[in-house]
C-alpha cells in the first residue's frame, strides 16, 4: 500500500512538474522569437555552454558529498548525481521546499540518515545564496544592483549574503546545533558541521558561479551576433538574477523576476533587445540543460537501499 501511494505521489509531482516545463518552455520560446535582434547561432558554442553547465553541477554535487562526508555519511557518486539532478526539477514547483524536500527524501531512500540528508540540503542552499550575493555585489557592483532595487539592491544583497553565510557557519558549532535540537524538542536532530566540509561547499559554490558566467558567455557567442560579454559581467549577471529570483518564493524557479533582472544588469553592456533575448535564451537552454541532466536517471530506474 506505502509503495502504490509512494508511486501515485511521484506520478502527479511529476505531473505538475512537466506541466510548468512544457508552459514555461514555450512562453519563453515565443519571447525568444518576437525579439528585434539577428540571430546567429552556432551550435558549438551552444553544445559547449551546455557542457559547462553540466559540469557544474558535477562540482556542485562534489560539494554535497563532502558536507555529507563531515557527518559520516556517504553516497555513491552515481547515487548522488542522480538525486542531484532529479530533486532540482522541483525547483518548477511553486514554493522553494520541493528541491530541498526532495533531495532529503530521496537520500534517506539510499541510507542517508534523515538529519544529514535534510542538513545538507539546506546547507549547500544556504552557501549557495550567500555566494551568489557576495559574487553579485563583487562582480557588477552596487549601481547595477541598487538600479534592479531601486536604491536598495546593495544593502539587500551585502544583508542576504552575511545572513546566509552566518547561518551556515553557525551549524559548526555543537553547543547552537545542540541548543536547536533542545528548542525543536529532538536533541539529536541537528549535528554540527564539519567545518572543513562546510569549507568544501563552499568552494564548490564558488567555482560553480564561475562556470555558470562561462557558460553564459559562450551561450551569447552562439546565439547573438556581434555580442561581446565579459565574464565578469555575465557571471555577476547569472548570479544576481539567480538569487534575486530565489528570494520570490511563489514563482517557479524565479520565473520572469529572473529574466528582468538578468536584463537590467546586461543591458549597458549589449544593448536591451539583445539582453532580453539572452535573458530567454538562458531560461530556455537552463531548462534543456535540468531536464537533459535529470532524463537518463528518469529513464533508467535503479531500486532504492534497502535499510530495513
Known sequence: MRKTSWRIAQAVVGAIILFF???????????????????????????????VTWAMYGVLI????TVLEGWRESLRIIDAARIW???????????????????????????????AATGSAVIMQLISIATGAMIALVLVGTPLLDRVLGGW????????AAVTLIGAVALTSPSLTRRIGFLLRRP??????????????????????AGYGIALQLLGLGTLHGVELSWSTA???????????????????????????MITILTPS????????????SRVVLTV?????????????SQPRDIT
Not at 26 to 44: A, F, G, R, S, T
Open 21 to 51: 516545463l512544457v508552459r514555461k518552455f514555450l512562453e519563453n520560446w515565443h519571447k525568444v522569437q518576437d525579439q528585434p535582434i539577428q540571430w546567429d547561432l552556432h551550435w558549438e558554442f551552444i553544445a559547449a555552454s551546455l557542457i
Open 62 to 65: 562534489w560539494g554535497w558529498r
Open 85 to 115: 539532478t532529479i530533486s532540482s526539477l522541483g525547483g518548477y514547483i511553486p514554493g522553494k521546499v520541493w528541491s530541498i524536500a526532495g533531495m532529503a527524501l530521496m537520500a534517506q531512500q539510499r541510507g542517508v540518515s534523515g538529519t
Open 153 to 160: 539592491g546593495s544593502i539587500a544583497a551585502m544583508i542576504l
Open 188 to 209: 539529536d536532530a541537528v549535528r554540527p558541521v564539519e567545518p572543513g566540509a562546510l569549507a568544501g561547499a563552499l568552494v564548490a559554490n564558488l567555482v560553480a558561479w
Open 235 to 261: 557571471t555577476g549577471a547569472f548570479a544576481a538574477s539567480y538569487v534575486i529570483g530565489y528570494v520570490f518564493v511563489l514563482l517557479p524557479a524565479g520565473f520572469g523576476v529572473r529574466e528582468a533582472v
Open 270 to 281: 549589449i544593448g536591451v533587445g539583445p539582453a532580453a533575448a539572452l535573458a530567454a535564451a
Open 289 to 301: 540543460n535540468q531536464v537533459g541532466a535529470a532524463l537518463p536517471f528518469l529513464l533508467f530506474r
